[in-house]
């Protein structure tokens, strides 16, 4: 009672005789008590999303349903086009085998995407554009490919010391360009 008949009387608390490092919580504006909770939610909430997966799916995924409706021997070009729509990919050299691909990447906040679902649906058409066979094939049949690690010299590269000053003997300075001579006859 006398604590807040003090605070009244002159707008300042008396000073505290006891625990001087002792600071109440009511002290302490709600409105900043406020803030301080929405920006501890906010974190919590930041550090959730991170853990979410994004997931990817690239590529034509077929309906496995739509797929049983084709019938080796029976179902044309045209029907395949109905259930599963246009193909991921016609084979170079076969206009009459096409490749339905389909993949699923996961990542997880910074680190690298993997595939962790593949497909490939290749289906090849006879002469007169009938369904001639259907193969499904996962990631257990995926091979892995080893990529050359040499690149093929391209023109305009990082030319050496020597051939920049030949060339700017030779063409004159970068800035400056030349007048084109004029050609054929003249008038």
Same mark, same amino acid.
Do not use: H
């Given at each position: ?5 003090? #605070? ?7 000073? +505290?005789? $006891? ?12 409105? /900043?008590?406020?803030?301080?909770? +929405?920006?501890?939610?906010?974190? #919590?909430? /930041? ?11 690239? $590529?034509? %995924?077929?309906? @496995? ?11 044309? @070009? ?12 016609? /084979?170079? +050299? ?17 680190? @690298?995407? %993997? ?5 490939? #649906?290749?289906?090849?058409?006879? $002469? ?6 259907? @193969? ?20 305009? $590269?990082?030319?050496? +010391? ?15 360009? %030349? ?9």
């Amino acid at each position: 009672m006398q604590l807040s008949a003090a #605070l009244r009387r002159t707008g300042t608390a008396p000073p +505290f005789r $006891g625990f001087p490092m002792i600071v109440r919580a009511s002290r302490i504006p709600s409105r /900043a008590r406020a803030c301080v909770r +929405f920006a501890a939610a906010a974190a #919590l909430l /930041a550090a959730a999303a991170a853990c979410n997966p994004i997931t990817d799916n690239l $590529g034509n %995924r077929t309906l @496995k349903e739509n797929v049983e409706q084709i019938q080796v021997g029976r179902s044309s @070009k045209a029907d395949v086009v109905r259930l599963l729509g246009s193909p991921s990919n016609v /084979a170079a +050299f076969d206009p009459d085998t096409w490749y339905y691909v389909s993949a699923r990447l996961v990542q997880y906040a910074f680190l @690298k995407a %993997r595939t962790v679902d593949q497909n490939v #649906l290749a289906i090849r058409f006879d $002469g007169a554009g009938i369904v001639r066979e259907m @193969k499904q094939l996962g990631m257990e049949d995926a091979q892995a490919t080893t990529y050359v690690q040499r690149t093929t010299p391209t023109r305009g $590269g990082e030319p050496g +010391f020597l051939r920049s000053i030949y060339d700017t003997i030779l063409r004159g300075p970068v800035g400056r360009q %030349r007048q084109a001579a004029p050609r054929g006859p003249t008038d």
